[in-house]
T-cell receptor, first 111, second 115 residues
Framework: QKEVEQNSGPLSVPEGAIASLNCTYS??????FFWYRQYSGKSPELIMF????GDKEDGRFTAQLNKASQYVSLLIRDSQPSDSATYLC???????????FGGGTRVLVKP | DADVTQTPRNRITKTGKRIMLECSQT?????MYWYRQDPGLGLRLIYY???????NKGEISDGYSVSRQAQAKFSLSLESAIPNQTALYFC??????????????FGSGTRLTVV
C-alpha cells in the first residue's frame, strides 16, 4: 500500500462545474496536508494547506480533512479551463520531517 | 529572481558520466530537499538536509549523492548516470519555524536525460 494514494484520472469536468479530488494516507499520525497544482513540465505550486479536521476555503478551492478516516479532499468550484492540471496531494507524517506525495490526479476542464 | 533556482534547466548526458545538479535559494530556509518525478509516480524523495551539517537519505538515494555547501546551496550528483535516472528533478525548501506554514517552495526543475 502506498503511503499517499490518489486516483490518477483523468477527471473530466465541464466548465463551471465542481471538481472533487480525493486523497488517502496511511500514517495515522500525519500532521499537515497540502494540495499542489502542477502544469505539464512546470514545478508544483502550493494552492491549499490544512492542519485541522473540517473544511478550509480559499477562493474557489476548499480543502476537507478527516483524520479519523485518513482522507483529505480538494473541491474546485466553478472550474475553469485554466484549472486543467495535475493536482498533487502531499502529507507530512508523524515524524514531521518531510512531505510524502501522491501520484497526482490529472484534471481536464472542458469548455 | 526566483526564490529557488535550479541549474541547469535541461541536460542530456551519456551513460556512465558524472553529473551535478545545483540548487540555490534566497528564502533563508534551513531545510532543503531533492525529489525526482517520473510519469505516474509523483514526487519521490532522494535526499534532504535540515542544516549545513545534516544530510539524510530519502526513499530512492541509491546512485545519488548530495552536498550542502551552505545554507543556501544544495547540490545533487549522479556519480555514474544510467538511463533509468532520466527524470524531472526538483529542489525544494521549507521553513521549520514553529507556527509557520511548512509547505515546500519548489525550484523550476531540471529535466535530465541519460542516453
Amino acid at each position: 500500500q502506498k503511503e499517499v494514494e490518489q486516483n490518477s484520472g483523468p477527471l473530466s469536468v465541464p466548465e463551471g462545474a465542481i471538481a472533487s479530488l480525493n486523497c488517502t494516507y496511511s500514517d495515522r499520525g500525519s500532521q499537515s496536508f497540502f494540495w499542489y497544482r502542477q502544469y505539464s513540465g512546470k514545478s508544483p505550486e502550493l494552492i491549499m494547506f490544512i492542519y485541522s479536521n473540517g473544511d478550509k476555503e480559499d477562493g474557489r478551492f476548499t480543502a476537507q480533512l478527516n483524520k479519523a478516516s485518513q482522507y483529505v479532499s480538494l473541491l474546485i468550484r466553478d472550474s475553469q479551463p485554466s484549472d486543467s492540471a495535475t493536482y498533487l496531494c502531499a502529507v507530512k507524517g508523524a515524524a514531521g520531517n518531510k512531505l510524502t506525495f501522491g501520484g497526482g490526479t490529472r484534471v481536464l476542464v472542458k469548455p | 529572481d526566483a526564490d529557488v533556482t535550479q541549474t541547469p534547466r535541461n541536460r542530456i548526458t551519456k551513460t556512465g558520466k558524472r553529473i551535478m545538479l545545483e540548487c540555490s535559494q534566497t528564502k533563508g530556509h534551513d531545510r532543503m530537499y531533492w525529489y525526482r518525478q517520473d510519469p505516474g509516480l509523483g514526487l519521490r524523495l532522494i535526499y534532504y538536509s535540515f542544516d549545513v551539517k545534516d544530510i539524510n537519505k530519502g526513499e530512492i538515494s541509491d546512485g545519488y549523492s548530495v552536498s550542502r555547501q551552505a545554507q543556501a546551496k544544495f547540490s545533487l550528483s549522479l556519480e555514474s548516470a544510467i538511463p533509468n535516472q532520466t527524470a524531472l528533478y526538483f529542489c525544494a525548501t521549507s521553513d521549520d519555524r514553529v507556527g509557520v506554514m511548512d509547505g515546500y517552495t519548489f525550484g523550476s526543475g531540471t529535466r535530465l536525460t541519460v542516453v
